[in-house]
């Protein structure tokens, strides 16, 4: 992960168990969205957890980039931010996490292309995120990745007294 600042909250327990270690991982996604083009979701099940350990997400990492004919402008453009949006729902728990679509600019924390969450945000199986894409440019395409990034908790057993 990033160099997240540090997080307000850590939780020691997720669902009354112990939390005994943490292990990295992430959930990307690449979507290509077309010139003018606003309102297009990632495929469905892209980021849909399907682990059995439950998923704390601690960031959000966003990049863009500008194509045309399907190559990636190199080097990347500068200010491209300003020009794609995201929205951001949480499909099992019916939650926006973004109230509208909004520009990348204003998500990602400055000189990073992370949006840090302060408190961990967990999935746990079979729950998930639906991403939309809004292309503003008027000439070429966009190649939008999103990442969600955290760890999968392992958890100390249930008790057997009980």
């Given amino acids: 992960m990033s160099a997240n600042p540090s997080p307000f909250y850590i939780p020691e327990t997720f669902s009354g168990r112990r939390i005994k270690f943490r292990v990295p991982y992430t959930m990307p996604g690449e979507l290509i969205v077309n010139a003018e083009t606003t309102g297009i979701d990632y ?28 190559q990636p402008f190199i080097p990347p453009v500068a200010g491209i931010d300003k020009f794609w949006r995201l929205s951001v729902r949480d499909l099992s728990k019916n939650q926006q996490i973004t109230k509208s679509a ?25 729950e998930g995120f639906q991403v939309t894409v809004d292309n503003l440019l008027s000439e070429n395409q966009l190649r939008s990745e999103v990442s969600f990034r955290g760890y999968l908790l392992v958890l100390e057993p249930a008790s057997e007294n009980r």
């Fill in 43 to 70: 495929p469905e099940g892209t980021f849909l957890h399907s682990v059995e350990l439950p998923f704390e997400v601690w960031e959000m990492s966003m990049t863009g980039s500008l194509l045309e004919e399907g």
């Fill in 102 to 126: 909004s520009l990348v600019s204003n998500l990602k924390d400055s000189n990073t292309d992370t949006w840090y969450w302060r408190v961990p945000y967990t999935l746990v199986r079979a």
